[in-house]
């Protein structure tokens, strides 16, 4: 008797598996044809070692599609083009200029700053500036759009009210225009939290 073939529920999915950790890197579903009358032994998988990098070809009974290995910069486009802009942030670090990765990750906060997830928001921040290189010289004026654009993402928390999750992430060095340090005291005074008034003024010896 001839077993039955085992459909596919949907299509194909190629998956980058990390070998040392066995964490899933990507997970893609890939468009073939007829898939729905395909089961998973109608499936090959072949390498071919090129000049560059190898490619990989997926054959079914009705299709072949080749499948490169991503380069860096190509990683970084794709999460920029799948809305990944924190994954984009992290890979720019290898990939892009200092300008461009930066970019990635101010999206990444206005992503979280729509979605209301201020604590989100306040931690990258604070993460992606504070690993930024401030002083990269690919650019001239880097160093200034970067302290300018760490100012506005905090004001912009900072007008949400949202200054306990904030403050704590402000820096003092590099040392922030004035107005930003201002505004958290001034919140705190008009809020009567007096005790976070006088630790934020110690802490960042505010004259």
């Given at each position: 008797m001839e077993k039955s073939k085992i459909r596919c529920s949907g299509p194909p999915e190629l998956k980058v598996i990390d070998m040392v950790t066995g964490e899933e890197i990507?997970?893609?579903?890939?468009?073939?044809?007829?898939?729905?009358n395909l089961s998973l032994n109608d499936y090959h998988l072949g390498k071919y070692i090129g000049n560059r990098t190898p490619e990989y070809y997926l054959i079914s009974a009705s299709d072949v599609i080749c499948v490169r290995e991503l380069m860096l910069e190509d990683r970084f486009k794709w999460f920029i083009e799948k809305n990944d802009f924190f994954k984009a942030w992290e890979i720019g670090a290898y990939a892009v200029s200092a300008r461009d990765r930066l970019d990635a990750g101010l999206k990444d906060i206005g992503q979280l700053i729509d979605r209301k997830e201020w604590g989100s928001a306040a931690s990258h921040i604070s993460t992606i500036f504070s690993n930024t290189d401030l002083s990269s010289a690919e650019e001239d004026g880097f160093y200034e759009y970067a302290i300018q654009k760490w100012q506005e993402m905090i004001s912009a928390l900072i007008e949400y009210k949202k200054v306990d999750e904030i403050a704590p992430l402000i820096p003092h060095n590099p040392k922030l225009d004035a107005p930003i340090y201002d505004s958290v005291?001034?919140?705190?005074?008009?809020?009567?939290?007096?005790?976070m008034f006088a630790h934020y003024i110690h802490l960042w010896h505010v004259n």
């Amino acid at each position: 008797m001839e077993k039955s073939k085992i459909r596919c529920s949907g299509p194909p999915e190629l998956k980058v598996i990390d070998m040392v950790t066995g964490e899933e890197i990507n997970n893609d579903e890939v468009a073939t044809k007829n898939y729905q009358n395909l089961s998973l032994n109608d499936y090959h998988l072949g390498k071919y070692i090129g000049n560059r990098t190898p490619e990989y070809y997926l054959i079914s009974a009705s299709d072949v599609i080749c499948v490169r290995e991503l380069m860096l910069e190509d990683r970084f486009k794709w999460f920029i083009e799948k809305n990944d802009f924190f994954k984009a942030w992290e890979i720019g670090a290898y990939a892009v200029s200092a300008r461009d990765r930066l970019d990635a990750g101010l999206k990444d906060i206005g992503q979280l700053i729509d979605r209301k997830e201020w604590g989100s928001a306040a931690s990258h921040i604070s993460t992606i500036f504070s690993n930024t290189d401030l002083s990269s010289a690919e650019e001239d004026g880097f160093y200034e759009y970067a302290i300018q654009k760490w100012q506005e993402m905090i004001s912009a928390l900072i007008e949400y009210k949202k200054v306990d999750e904030i403050a704590p992430l402000i820096p003092h060095n590099p040392k922030l225009d004035a107005p930003i340090y201002d505004s958290v005291l001034e919140y705190y005074l008009d809020t009567g939290d007096f005790s976070m008034f006088a630790h934020y003024i110690h802490l960042w010896h505010v004259n």
